[in-house]
């Protein structure tokens, strides 16, 4: 047992070269922080500007959900918005399932293109 003790350190210890210069020990932290800024603030933004949205819905407005339904909202609540989706269909969906406003008249425009 002892013998192989003896070959480990015979080897010999540290190994030869200088040590790494400021640049190359920072590089690790400058990676990380590159893909912070790559990564994470784009992320928050879209956080915040889809909570914007959600904030600014009111009755009236026309939103398409993310399963792709076009709608006129009825009623916003706190966690739930009731959709128009045809002259006799209402249906509540999730606020927070609402992707985008799109703009006036694009309700009635598919409403008639149907007809």
Same mark, same amino acid.
Do not use: C
């Given at each position: 047992?002892?013998?192989?003790?003896?070959?480990? =350190? &015979?080897?010999?210890?540290?190994?030869?070269?200088? *040590? *790494?210069?400021?640049?190359? &020990?920072?590089?690790?932290?400058?990676?990380?922080?590159?893909?912070?800024?790559?990564? &994470? @603030?784009?992320?928050?933004? $879209?956080? $915040?500007? !889809?909570?914007? =949205?959600?904030?600014? =819905? &009111?009755?009236?407005?026309? @939103?398409?959900?993310?399963?792709?339904?076009?709608?006129?909202?009825?009623? @916003?609540?706190? /966690?739930?918005?009731?959709? #128009? @989706? /045809? #002259? /006799? +269909?209402?249906? /509540?969906? !999730?606020?927070?399932?609402? +992707? !985008?406003?799109?703009?006036?008249?694009?309700?009635?425009? $598919?409403?008639?293109?149907?007809?």
């Amino acid at each position: 047992m002892s013998f192989f003790i003896a070959e480990a =350190l &015979a080897e010999g210890g540290a190994p030869g070269g200088a *040590p *790494p210069s400021a640049l190359e &020990a920072a590089l690790p932290f400058v990676i990380l922080i590159a893909f912070f800024f790559l990564f &994470a @603030v784009p992320q928050w933004k $879209r956080g $915040r500007e !889809q909570k914007q =949205l959600l904030e600014s =819905l &009111a009755k009236g407005a026309e @939103v398409v959900t993310s399963g792709g339904i076009l709608g006129r909202i009825i009623d @916003v609540d706190d /966690n739930f918005v009731l959709l #128009e @989706v /045809n #002259e /006799n +269909t209402q249906f /509540n969906v !999730q606020k927070h399932s609402i +992707t !985008q406003v799109m703009p006036k008249g694009t309700y009635k425009a $598919r409403k008639r293109t149907e007809k």
